[in-house]
């Protein structure tokens, strides 16, 4: 056997095909990924269109000055970590829920119709997802309102009415996600061993306490793994969802605005760039911290399902 | 263990707690499915009804007073639609076939045992899940370095490569024997030849999957017309339908203006509430008709995804 090391070239010239196949990948992610890092520090700088990243002027920490002298920071950051709470926590019971329903469905075609409906939404853009919440929500329009005239009620305005919106976002980001979020659950179930039910049974346990005993526990490692995966992006607000449904509409802020539609405003309505990519370093670094401690949890938990 | 069977089975049939979770599962699921199928109803309805009826008593489960105006206003000017259409179409092949070529190529060589450096490279993808640059120097690539704005090139490319669907690639590559890629070799095939002619046809549901996530984020895609498409003969369909739902009133002026010169109309008298369902009606059509095909392959790729490679 050979024990001398290899020197780099050799390497390079041994793995010529393999190294051939990856240019195409490796060239887009330097471009597209790694080449936008450098551009954070663009977070320091008074952007010129002329000056690009490089040629721009350093200007300290101006643009975070700006950024939290608006009193907007404090705001999105809250939104953004409270809805996401709202929606990993509510979602996932939801999603649960289903699985377990479904699974105790016997008849093969009500349960594949069920879920069917449950995974539409999924596939349609947030765009139509937005023109759905006009018809059911609109103050003329929408059919809520229609209902509660009807019953002799006031309409409410929700499109004025900030307060109303988390359980309105909360609502449309548990309808688009449930069918697809169940996935995972149900495929963790139909992984348990039938004999644990069996004993379970012969040991007088009902059907309730089987859910509650067996299932749950069984699929736990499941529950807890996506958990955390979701808490690593807690930072991040789904901007297509808060665009599509919110709108430029400036009198529900206070209730919706997260990082990501801040950021991009600062950008494209008022042309900030310097406010824009103070918001952006911000949320890049925390993501980065919440999505290694996260993923550095799950690796304590089980090994397996961790990205490193 | 007879006798254990038997008790199940009884359990199974007269147990009040049995009987009790199935009329509540059913109850749950009729319940989720319908609440989910609804606004879907509600949009085809509305977009079924005559224009006075929605102005009158709002936006209902049924059709009110059955008109099919909104959807003539809409083909009274079709090109509008079939350009954003043809766009959409356009993108979403090309895109989806590149896509699956390069993050197949990227995955077979991460998964070769021979390659040693494949951990370094792996780590160069995975990175990228970690840490971004954010949304302005990405903005400032496509618009400044690249001078991409108004170009097809800046719909396509934020969507081509995926290091999702490089993790569940991988993993369905890894499913394959070493020993046969290994006798592939022996016989004096090359890594190309392998990965396209041994490696490609067996993984086929991958290549389903991953090309049915890709056409669907193409399909679905607003964001990138958003931020670098101010030509509006460019938008592709699901910017083009914000576009005219936000913008109702000038999407009927642009109808009444594309008119064949005879046929005068004023963009007043058109629909305003059922021209949007309407439009958003046939923009969502071919996607919910895909939908049973794909809903299939998109169960196994979650799936498999979740357990990285």
Known sequence: MKTKKKGFFYHLYKYRVFLLMLLPGVAYTLLFHYYPMTGIVLAFKKYTYAGGIWGSKWNGVDNFKFFFKSGQALRVIRNTVLYNMLFI???TVFQIAVAVFLTEIKSRRFRKIAQSCMFLPHFISWVIVGVMAFNIFSSDFGIINRLITSLGGKKIPFYTKPSAWPGILLFFNIWKGIGYGSVMYLAAIMGVDTEVYESAAIDGANVFQRIFFVTIPAIMPTVIILFLLSIGGIFRGNFDMFSNLVGSNGLLYGYTDVIDTLAFRALMTSNDFGMSSAIGFMQSVM?????????????????????? | MKSSAKTASKNKITGADVIALNIIAYAFCALIALVCLIPFVMVVSGSLSSERAITENGFSILPQEFSTEAYKTVFKDPWV???????????????????????????????????????????????????????????????????????????????????????????????????????????????????????????????????????????????????????????PLQYFLYQQVNNIEGYKKLIASNLVSGDVISAVSLPTQTLKLALTCVVTGPIVLAFPIAQRYFVQGITIGAVKG
């Not at chain 2, 618009?143 to 800046?154: E, G, I, M, R």
């Open chain 1, 89 to 91: 926590v509510v979602g």
């Open chain 1, 287 to 308: 993501c980065f911290i919440t999505v290694v401690s996260a993923n550095k949890l799950v690796s304590l938990y089980d090994r397996d399902y961790t990205l490193f």
């Open chain 2, 81 to 235: 639609v079939v350009r954003a259409y043809a766009t959409t179409i356009c993108l979403t092949i090309v895109g989806t076939f590149t896509g699956l070529i390069i993050q197949t190529m990227t995955a077979y060589v991460l998964t070769r045992k021979t390659f040693g450096w494949r951990r370094y490279f792996s780590f160069f993808f995975y990175f990228t899940m970690l840490f971004s640059g954010g949304l302005v120097p990405t903005y400032v690539l496509y618009t400044n370095t690249l001078k991409l704005t108004n170009n097809y090139l800046a719909l396509l490319l934020p969507l081509v490569f995926g290091v999702y669907n490089l993790l569940v690639m991988k993993s369905y590559i890894q499913g394959i024997p070493d020993s046969l890629i290994d006798a592939a070799k022996m016989d004096g095939c090359g890594e190309f030849r392998i990965l396209f002619q041994i490696v490609m046809p067996l993984v086929k549901p991958a290549l389903a999957t991953i090309g049915l996530f890709t056409a669907l984020a193409y399909w679905n895609d607003w964001n990138s017309a958003m931020l670098y498409i101010r030509d509006e003969k460019m938008y």
